[in-house]
């Protein structure tokens, strides 16, 4: 599986963005996340779904601000980011995980097997 992420860009705080991930190969069956990663920091955990997409989770920064979402028609996930906050700049990582993990573990970056280029995101204040 192959992901290639877009959508980042340079905002005001207060405003949204919507990152794309898309997918060649077999979509479907892959739990997906999204982590970000700002400077001097390490990659952290923003959001996932378990394969079959009833299940999400949110970390607590962006819980209610954020929302993750797929289209299996299109092989694409996608990140709304609402009322952004200049704490939310990073290069956002797109993921794709084989096993059908735990939320638990689907929090962690070991958990996933493929992952996207990034896209930055920059929040002005």
């Known amino acids: 599986v192959q992901l290639q992420a877009s959508g980042g860009g340079l905002v005001q705080a207060g405003g949204s963005l919507r990152l794309s991930c898309t997918a060649s190969?077999?979509?479907?069956?892959?739990?997906m996340g999204w982590f970000r990663q700002a400077p001097g920091k390490e990659r952290e955990f923003v959001a996932a779904?378990?394969?079959?997409?009833?299940?999400?989770y949110y970390a607590d920064p962006v819980k209610g601000r954020f929302t993750i979402s797929r289209d299996n028609a299109k092989s694409t996930v996608y990140l709304q980011m609402d009322s952004l906050k200049p704490e939310d700049t990073a290069v956002y990582y797109c993921?794709?995980?084989?096993?059908?993990?735990?939320?638990?573990?689907?929090?962690?970056?070991?958990?996933?097997?493929?992952w996207g280029q990034g896209t930055q995101v920059t929040v002005s204040s």
């Open positions: 993921a794709a995980s084989s096993k059908n993990w735990v939320m638990s573990v689907l929090r962690t970056t070991p958990a996933y097997d493929y």
């Open positions: 190969g077999t979509f479907g069956s892959y739990s």
């Open positions: 779904f378990r394969w079959g997409g009833r299940s999400t």
